[in-house]
């Protein structure tokens, strides 16, 4: 249990946020896939990002974390080791379903497992385009269901239509095309983030983007190279959302991600009224990022919907919270992938937001949102999701009362140090 309370706070400072979830899980798998040193700095060393390193061990390849730079020193997928266990992904999709498609596509044979939730969660999506390119994968549920039996071998290329907008099928189902001897081509109506492509390209692969598909060739050996990952913004979301709802708030946020398969959140505070300055911006090792400041200046609803949905998934929690205080109606639809994500995030976000006394109603696809509401204290519960948790966190500074959290250390997955930095931005109004 966490309590968390404040009395009319106002958010002001600088802040850096932790390194990047989903560039950092790609930064490991494909130093481990290269022959040869991948420096990698600015690693998340959150809860998810440690199977990572773990399952890549377990197969022979050397890691070395100091903080959050990590050398791995790999033979290549070719060489790695038989592990003598099973290998465990923890409550991380991500790994599991991109580690599904290197595995796939290596010599090695071996069982994934996940924690109490992630073993609940769809893995056909990428075992039936892996199975189609010739992968041996059996399991639960039709090999849908974690643990899996992955009999890595020879697979063929692929020219696969993604259903549904995933960066993790995506990825999947490139990485297990780097081995094929021909092109595999993935096409997605809505463009998901771009991670896996990008450092495939610094790795050496060859792979093009042409509109809304990617192709890789087969082939050839990547080899190690440098990675700095920025900070991520789904973490700095939490603190943009809370600086555009107090008023009086500004925070600037240092060296965070600015790509643009990923900056929805931006979009959508800006609709919705917030100030929001780029002060800086480049390209660092393929990446771009930035420092931007959030301030308070307003906030009214918006609607949320199509293509925006996979830029901001990860944040919708925290923009239902917004919602709550805007003035009008705020519709999020589209996103019916947020009921497969850690928990079902729609009736989570709903229910717990409903304990503090807020208007919202859950739909199929989204969420219906009132809003000015005063919101109270209460208890809330986490479901094991660190993006509930963290929307709890951040209630709490809008909430007359505190917000207990129940189960908080699951926040440890993406963001080990939430609390210190919540504490650090929120001040009482003099
Ligand atoms: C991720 C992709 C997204 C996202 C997840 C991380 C990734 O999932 O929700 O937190 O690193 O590829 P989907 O690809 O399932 O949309």
């Given at each position: 249990m966490k309590k968390v309370a404040f009395e009319q706070p106002v958010l002001k400072g600088e802040i850096t946020v932790p390194g990047d979830k989903s560039i950092s899980h790609r930064a490991i798998m494909l130093g481990s896939i290269a022959k040869g040193k991948t420096s990698i700095s600015g690693f998340l060393d959150g809860e998810d990002c440690l199977r990572t390193i773990d399952i890549f061990r377990q197969l022979g390849v050397n890691i070395e974390r100091n903080g959050t730079d990590v050398t791995v020193e790999s033979p290549g997928m070719q060489d790695w080791h038989q592990p003598s266990d099973n290998l465990y992904a923890g409550n991380s999709g991500t790994t599991a379903r991109l580690v599904l498609g290197i595995l796939a596509a290596s010599r090695i044979t071996c069982v994934l497992t996940g924690d109490e939730y992630l073993s609940k969660r769809p893995m056909n999506r990428v075992s039936i385009p892996l199975k189609s390119m010739g992968a041996s994968i059996a399991g639960e549920a039709d090999s849908n269901l974690l643990p899996l039996t992955i009999t890595g071998g020879a697979l063929t290329p692929i020219d696969y239509e993604m259903p549904i907008a995933s960066a993790q099928v995506k990825s999947a189902i490139l990485f297990a095309g780097l081995t094929t001897g021909g092109q595999t081509t993935v096409s997605e109506e809505t463009v998901s983030r771009d991670h896996t492509e990008r450092m495939l390209e610094q790795f050496g692969a060859d792979i093009q983007k042409d509109g809304n598909t990617v192709r890789v060739t087969g082939g050839r050996m990547l080899s190690g190279t440098d990675v700095r990952v920025p900070g991520d913004i789904s973490s700095a979301a939490f603190f943009m959302a809370a600086a555009a709802m107090i008023k009086g708030s500004s925070v600037t946020f240092k060296?965070?991600?600015?790509?643009p398969t990923r900056t929805g959140i931006l979009d959508v505070l800006k609709a919705m009224g917030a100030k929001i300055d780029i002060l800086e911006q480049s390209d660092g090792l393929g990446e771009p990022y930035g420092t931007v400041n959030i301030s308070h200046d307003g906030l009214h609803a918006t609607e949320i919907s199509g293509e925006l949905i996979p830029k901001l998934i990860d944040e919708l929690p925290v923009i239902a919270l917004l919602a709550t205080q805007a003035h009008g109606v705020t519709v999020i639809k589209d996103a019916a992938e947020l009921r497969v994500k850690e928990t079902d995030r729609i009736t989570a976000v709903t229910t717990e937001l409903k304990k503090l006394g807020a208007q919202i109603e859950e739909t199929e696809d989204g969420m219906i949102i009132h809003g000015p509401t005063p919101l109270t204290g209460g208890t809330l519960a986490s479901y094991g999701d660190h993006r509930i948790g963290m929307m709890a966190g951040i209630a709490a500074l809008a909430a007359s009362g505190p917000v207990v959290i129940e189960d908080?250390?699951?926040?440890?997955?993406?963001?080990?140090t939430f609390f210190n930095d919540l504490e650090k931005l929120a001040f009482p109004v003099k």
């Open positions: 060296d965070v991600g600015l790509n908080p250390s699951c926040i440890n997955i993406s963001y080990p």
